[in-house]
């Protein structure tokens, strides 16, 4: 993972992470699933443009997960809420920091280096390490502040 000077404990920059990484967990109570709770702030020039949590898409019922207790297929993730919700406004992510309580699964990667986001900033690891890999090849700062 990129190292720089926003890993110093006491820089503004490591600060700020804290407390955006401490938002997008607040936010990640918002989400039905029952599984696992993601949330996810998109930040730009210090302030947030844009946010999701991971749910079935607009119009779709509430519930993640099906009888099994499988997460259905159509679940979204917070990162692609949080970037097809900003696509929506007049913003543009291009440049942002990307605040996430998970790391980015391979397929919201692509969708990650697409939105032209230039930072991942993420507290637990996903199961499987492709999407950081991919974010890692594409030159985008990662940067892991495990929970407290």
Not at 47 to 75: A, H, L, Q
Not at 119 to 142: C, H, M, N, Q
Request: aromatic share 6%; proline share 3%.
């Amino acid at each position: 993972m990129s190292a720089n000077v926003s890993n110093n404990p006491d820089s503004k920059q490591h600060q700020l992470d804290l407390r955006y990484l401490q938002m997008a967990r607040i936010w990640s109570e918002n989400s039905y699933c029952k599984r696992r709770k993601v949330g996810a702030l998109l930040v730009k020039d210090r302030m947030i443009i844009s946010d999701g949590y991971n749910g079935t898409p607009s119009g779709f019922e509430n519930n993640c997960e099906d009888e099994n207790n499988k997460t259905k297929p159509y679940v979204l993730h917070a990162e692609a809420n949080a970037i097809t919700k900003v696509a929506k406004s007049s913003n543009s992510s291009d440049g942002a920091t990307l605040y996430v309580t998970s790391s980015p699964c391979l397929e919201c990667a692509k969708l990650i280096i697409q939105a032209g986001i230039k930072r991942v900033v993420f507290s637990d690891a996903y199961r499987t390490p492709e999407g950081i890999e991919l974010l890692e090849k594409a030159g985008i700062e990662i940067k892991q502040i495990e929970n407290n």
